[in-house]
């Protein structure tokens, strides 16, 4: 079983929806979720970052963590063609330094 | 701008060749990462610094050498390296504090191409 899994898409979804990635990892012992998106050709952007179990919201973007399932998403809404790109989702281990990421998800919102 | 600068920001090498990767942090942390990104995978972690002290090596070859000078400085020494080598190198930084909410930074990347 992989670390982190994510599907790889690509997401679709009209503009102006909301888009909602998943992704899920194995380890239970983790404590730190992290969302991040990259562009084609740039390095991973820090989105938003989840600790407890529940939602945090900032701006359109929500994170939502299930600790119990060992889940964690992201709500995109009001998706704009700009939010196109691949959404990575990583986790920081209860040990060490180091944070383990997914494979990737690539959304595409229509315009 | 993040904070964490790489260069260069494309390289092209011969495989007999011997390069270095620069990277430098201005956010005060106290850990440096190497991460790699080839195409479809995911980024795959190569070495951590804590404290200018490498706290993971993820069974890299050795053809890859990473030096820690201070908590501000990282550079990957590359020698002798293979076309699959060819892929995006990353620097990152966090606050090892341990603690719950520390954060990833990532510089700008490092494009390689082996010939």
């Known amino acids: 079983q992989k670390e982190v899994e994510q599907n790889s898409g690509p997401l679709s979804v009209p503009e102006g929806a909301i888009a909602s990635l998943n992704c899920t990892y194995s380890d239970r012992g983790s404590q730190s979720f992290f969302w991040y998106r990259q562009y084609s050709g740039k390095s991973p952007e820090l989105i938003m970052s989840?600790?407890?179990?529940g939602d945090k919201e900032d701006g359109r973007f929500t994170a939502q963590l299930n600790k119990a399932s060992q889940y964690v998403s992201l709500l995109i809404r009001d998706s704009q063609p700009s939010d196109s790109t691949t959404y990575l989702c990583?986790?920081?281990?209860?040990?060490?330094?180091?944070?383990?990421f997914g494979p990737g998800t690539r959304l595409s919102v229509l315009p | 701008e993040t904070g964490v600068t790489q260069t260069p920001r494309h390289l092209v090498m011969g495989m007999t060749n011997k390069k270095s990767l620069k990277c430098e942090q201005h956010?005060?942390?106290?850990?440096m990462y190497w991460y790699k990104q080839s195409a479809k995978k995911p980024l795959e972690l190569m070495f951590v610094?804590?404290?200018?002290?490498?706290?993971e090596n993820n069974s890299v070859p050795s053809r890859f050498s990473p030096e820690c000078p201070n908590s501000s400085h990282l550079f990957l020494h590359l020698h002798t390296l293979q076309p699959e080598d060819s892929a995006l190198y990353l620097c990152a930084s966090s606050q090892d504090r341990g603690l719950a909410n520390e954060k990833l930074f990532f510089g700008s990347g490092t494009q390689l191409s082996v010939l």
């Open positions: 956010l005060g942390h106290n850990a």
């Open positions: 610094y804590s404290l200018e002290e490498r706290v």
């Open positions: 990583a986790v920081k281990r209860n040990y060490g330094q180091n944070f383990v």
């Open positions: 989840i600790y407890s179990n």
